[in-house]
């Protein structure tokens, strides 16, 4: 494995180009204090450089959070960071220390949005766990339709497109008068369930028909999983860990 000196001295460093993308975003984006031991680890773990947006992301935030506290991107947050935002290295339960025969299987998640809504960038062969598009590019499970969706764009350019305001038109008929306050005010772990859930006939049919309720975001996630299962008999496989306990399919 290349070692964190390696990976964090490319030629042309990502980090002054995100930065810039995140001065000039149309949409409010906040850039979370990194920790530099968990960064470091994940780097490590990774095996990207800081040439690349994800390499970027990990070592110098402890997090993204986009578009009123929609859209939550996972960095290297310290362990005890007030905004109670989890790190990439935790939702993946990456081992405690880099090895190189680990790997994430189902993929890297990468982000998830205040819905519940996972996103995911595919590993080298996402066909052989039941997910579609191609390696590395980014894939979402939808809160309201329960299914993997290919997004057709790799990190760097999802990230750009989430900093451009792509949210707008990408969550069509899942925001509602008002939703800005109450994403905003979200910690970092917890996420908004929705009675009727989104996935519902009623739910598609008058969104402003339904009741919020704020929920850790473990619990939500760890219902669309065994939700998605009950309805289609398919697992769409681990949507995150958190507190060291991946949110199942039971």
């Known amino acids: 494995m290349r070692l964190f000196e390696n990976l964090a001295s490319p030629q042309q460093p990502a980090w002054p180009e995100l930065q810039r993308l995140v001065g000039e975003a149309s949409v409010t984006a ?17 095996q990207v450089t800081t040439g690349s947006f994800l390499g970027a992301v990990v070592v110098h935030t402890g997090g993204l959070v986009i578009d009123h506290g929609w ?16 790190g990439m290295a935790a939702v993946n339960a990456f081992p405690p220390s880099p ?18 809504g996972t996103f995911v960038l595919n590993g080298h062969d996402p066909g052989a766990v039941a997910r579609p598009g191609n ?15 290919p997004l057709e764009a790799g990190y760097a350019a999802w990230l750009t497109w989430a900093l451009d305001g792509g949210l707008d038109d990408f969550t069509e008929g899942l925001r509602w008068n008002g939703w800005e306050a109450e994403t905003r005010g979200l910690a970092g772990d ?3 369930t929705f009675f009727p859930p989104l996935w519902s006939t009623e739910a598609h049919e008058e969104l402003a028909a339904t009741s919020r ?9 760890g219902a669309a999983r065994s939700t998605a299962v009950q309805i289609d008999g398919v697992d769409p496989g681990p949507l995150g860990s958190f507190d060291g306990q ?5």
């Open 30 to 46: 906040e850039i979370l204090a990194p920790d530099a031991v968990t960064g470091r680890r994940t780097l490590e773990q990774l």
């Open 71 to 86: 859209l939550r991107v996972y960095g290297s947050p310290s362990s005890d960071a007030p905004d109670h935002m989890i």
């Open 99 to 116: 090895e190189a025969s680990w790997f994430p299987t189902h993929g890297l998640v990468v982000a998830h949005d205040a819905l519940g």
């Open 135 to 149: 390696p590395g590019e980014m894939i979402y499970l939808a809160p309201d339709t329960l299914q993997w969706e």
């Open 190 to 192: 917890h996420g908004l």
């Open 213 to 221: 309720a704020v929920v850790p975001m473990a619990e939500l996630v």
């Open 246 to 250: 991946p949110a199942d399919a039971r």
